[in-house]
């Protein structure tokens, strides 16, 4: 049977960050670069604060960002080598985001079938042998529910939760730290 690497979706694949960047710079008049963001809880990085959920709520919000460099090749990488790849991402409080993620995953990680995009909150519900994320406390949920699977992340400035085990270095560099995910998973699988 195919080993199953579980993957978040924004923050991970899809960059939120870069976006929120954009339109702070614009509509706040701030000089955000990426290297600002060194946070997993983006109201600390972003001095609009909880602005930051407005934007990310917005209808349409999902629909035009861009990959993170490096991640659509790693997923695909991954994908080539035999392993099941599954998008799991969650919802924002618009209704509208869980239809505009799938639709976002189907343009960018086509060899990814439909069916295996899954949006909900409660990742730790899911089996993986590899779980690729970037919150803290989904970390956390799937470390405790999945104690012998493997958890990866892109690193922020902070050290991820102690029960991660690969941090891969970092998001002033998401191809390298994609490069980084691929090569632990392949030789976890070898």
Same mark, same amino acid.
């Given at each position: 049977?195919?080993?199953?690497?579980?993957?978040?979706?924004?923050?991970?694949?899809?960059?939120?960050?870069?976006?929120?960047?954009?339109?702070? /710079?614009?509509?706040?008049?701030?000089?955000?670069?990426?290297?600002? $963001?060194?946070?997993?809880?983006?109201?600390?990085?972003?001095?609009?604060?909880?602005? $930051?959920?407005?934007?990310?709520?917005?209808?349409?919000?999902? !629909?035009?960002?861009?990959?993170?460099?490096? =991640?659509?090749?790693?997923?695909?990488?991954?994908? !080539?080598?035999?392993?099941?790849?599954?998008?799991?991402?969650?919802?924002?409080? /618009?209704? /509208?985001?869980?239809?505009?993620?799938?639709?976002?995953? =189907?343009?960018?990680?086509?060899?990814?079938? &439909? &069916?295996?995009?899954? $949006?909900? =909150?409660?990742?730790?519900?899911?089996?993986?042998?590899?779980?690729?994320?970037?919150?803290?406390?989904?970390?956390?949920?799937? &470390?405790?529910?999945?104690?012998?699977?493997?958890?990866?992340?892109?690193?922020?400035?902070?050290?991820?939760?102690?029960? $991660?085990?690969?941090?891969?270095?970092?998001?002033?560099?998401?191809?390298?730290?994609?490069?980084?995910?691929?090569?632990?998973?392949?030789?976890?699988?070898?």
């Amino acid at each position: 049977m195919s080993k199953i690497v579980l993957c978040d979706l924004d923050g991970i694949v899809a960059d939120l960050q870069g976006k929120l960047i954009e339109v702070s /710079n614009r509509d706040h008049g701030t000089d955000m670069k990426r290297s600002d $963001v060194d946070d997993w809880q983006l109201t600390k990085c972003f001095s609009i604060g909880e602005k $930051v959920w407005d934007y990310v709520g917005a209808d349409g919000w999902f !629909d035009d960002l861009e990959p993170l460099a490096g =991640a659509v090749s790693g997923l695909a990488q991954l994908h !080539d080598a035999g392993l099941k790849v599954v998008v799991l991402t969650s919802a924002t409080n /618009n209704p /509208n985001s869980a239809a505009e993620k799938k639709r976002w995953a =189907a343009k960018h990680l086509p060899f990814i079938k &439909r &069916r295996h995009v899954m $949006v909900g =909150a409660l990742k730790h519900l899911v089996r993986g042998d590899f779980f690729i994320d970037d919150s803290p406390a989904q970390q956390k949920a799937y &470390r405790k529910a999945w104690p012998d699977s493997t958890i990866l992340t892109i690193k922020y400035e902070f050290p991820a939760d102690k029960g $991660v085990d690969v941090q891969a270095e970092s998001y002033k560099d998401t191809s390298e730290a994609w490069d980084i995910i691929v090569k632990e998973v392949l030789a976890r699988i070898a």
